[in-house]
């Protein structure tokens, strides 16, 4: 396998360093445009091109002579069938943050705590699909209800140099065909899972915050306040609190802000107390006594 002509692909470098460690020939990377990958590779000695497009990222392919194209975290869906007819005759292979096939997509961490599903990091060949192609290592992360995004992250990517090296040992040799359907989901990100509704119950307000704890997201609650203004603001930390803190607000009424302190509010949800911390955002009027709305 020393022999391979790797060219490595994604916004991330954790399998590369893996790969130079192990001796790898590593002839070309494909950095992302702003992704990690491109600023930590800028000054290595090997030759990249960084890519900004799925149409860049097919004509700088094509160019290249290569056996092994490694994808991990590379956003496109490249038309494998395609480049192979037109006479490469490389292997490609993904490294995909998820227990295929469930989770397919885009954004398999944040879906796993939002649908409480279990996680963890599969190697597997590209087809023309999303995620569809046949497995060749893969190891599972099981869920927890105190997992949060931030940690899901850093375990998954801890686990993509190992579970690469096993896939390596396997000469990329497939294990199984991935089974479809079997109550397998897909799951890409889009701007409303950010939002807490007035009908999440506390353990799905809980998921949505700890889905969505990452620097750029946060998840979003919006406020009513006088005279129909409304703001938005990011949350990024909440836990129901007790009893005896509950009872201090009997008046209060469903999703009420009783309290604000530095970067929390306390909010009442009908029986129970919870506290919002990590906010972020602008506040235009007094909060306090206000409702969070969906």
Same mark, same amino acid.
């Given at each position: 396998?020393? +022999?391979?002509?790797?060219?490595?692909?994604?916004?991330?470098?954790?399998?590369? #360093?893996?790969?130079?460690?192990?001796?790898?020939?590593?002839?070309?990377?494909?950095?992302?445009?702003?992704?990690?990958?491109?600023?930590?590779?800028?000054? =290595?000695?090997?030759?990249?091109?960084?890519?900004?497009?799925?149409?860049?990222?097919?004509?700088?392919?094509?160019?290249?002579?290569?056996?092994?194209?490694?994808?991990?975290?590379?956003?496109?869906?490249?038309?494998?069938?395609?480049?192979?007819?037109?006479?490469?005759?490389?292997?490609?292979?993904?490294?995909?943050?998820?227990?295929?096939?469930?989770?397919?997509?885009?954004?398999?961490?944040?879906?796993? =705590?939002?649908?409480?599903?279990?996680?963890?990091?599969?190697?597997?060949?590209?087809?023309?699909?999303?995620?569809?192609?046949?497995?060749? +290592?893969?190891?599972?992360?099981?869920?927890?209800?105190?997992?949060?995004?931030?940690?899901?992250?850093?375990?998954?990517?801890?686990?993509?140099?190992?579970?690469? #090296?096993?896939?390596?040992?396997?000469?990329?040799?497939?294990?199984?065909?991935?089974?479809?359907?079997?109550?397998?989901?897909?799951?890409?990100?889009?701007?409303?899972?950010?939002?807490?509704?007035?009908?999440?119950?506390?353990?799905?307000?809980?998921? #949505?915050?700890?889905?969505?704890?990452?620097?750029?997201?946060?998840?979003?609650?919006?406020?009513?306040?006088?005279?129909?203004?409304?703001?938005?603001?990011?949350?990024?930390?909440?836990?129901?609190?007790?009893?005896?803190?509950?009872?201090?607000?009997?008046?209060?009424?469903?999703?009420?802000?009783?309290?604000?302190?530095?970067?929390?509010?306390?909010?009442?949800?009908?029986?129970?107390?919870? +506290?919002?911390?990590?906010?972020?955002?602008?506040?235009?009027?007094?909060?306090?006594?206000?409702?969070?709305?969906?």
């Amino acid at each position: 396998m020393s +022999s391979l002509r790797f060219v490595y692909a994604g916004n991330r470098s954790g399998v590369l #360093r893996e790969m130079q460690s192990l001796g790898l020939r590593v002839i070309h990377i494909l950095p992302v445009v702003n992704s990690w990958l491109d600023r930590e590779t800028a000054g =290595i000695n090997i030759s990249r091109s960084v890519v900004a497009s799925k149409t860049q990222a097919v004509a700088e392919i094509q160019q290249l002579e290569f056996d092994v194209l490694l994808s991990v975290g590379f956003p496109f869906i490249l038309p494998i069938s395609a480049l192979q007819e037109s006479g490469c005759a490389s292997q490609f292979i993904n490294v995909h943050p998820s227990l295929l096939p469930d989770l397919r997509g885009a954004d398999p961490i944040p879906g796993a =705590i939002l649908h409480s599903r279990d996680a963890g990091v599969s190697v597997h060949h590209m087809d023309d699909g999303i995620d569809t192609g046949p497995l060749i +290592s893969q190891t599972k992360i099981s869920h927890q209800e105190s997992m949060d995004a931030k940690l899901l992250y850093h375990l998954c990517f801890q686990l993509e140099p190992e579970v690469f #090296r096993d896939a390596l040992m396997r000469e990329f040799q497939p294990m199984d065909p991935q089974p479809q359907g079997q109550g397998a989901i897909y799951y890409t990100f889009h701007e409303s899972d950010l939002r807490c509704r007035d009908t999440d119950s506390d353990e799905q307000l809980q998921a #949505r915050i700890r889905a969505f704890n990452t620097p750029r997201k946060g998840a979003i609650v919006c406020v009513a306040g006088p005279n129909e203004q409304r703001c938005e603001l990011r949350v990024f930390d909440g836990k129901v609190l007790g009893k005896e803190l509950t009872d201090r607000f009997p008046d209060a009424v469903h999703n009420e802000i009783v309290g604000v302190y530095e970067d929390c509010l306390l909010v009442r949800r009908e029986d129970r107390l919870w +506290s919002l911390s990590g906010i972020r955002g602008d506040i235009p009027f007094d909060i306090l006594g206000h409702r969070i709305c969906t």
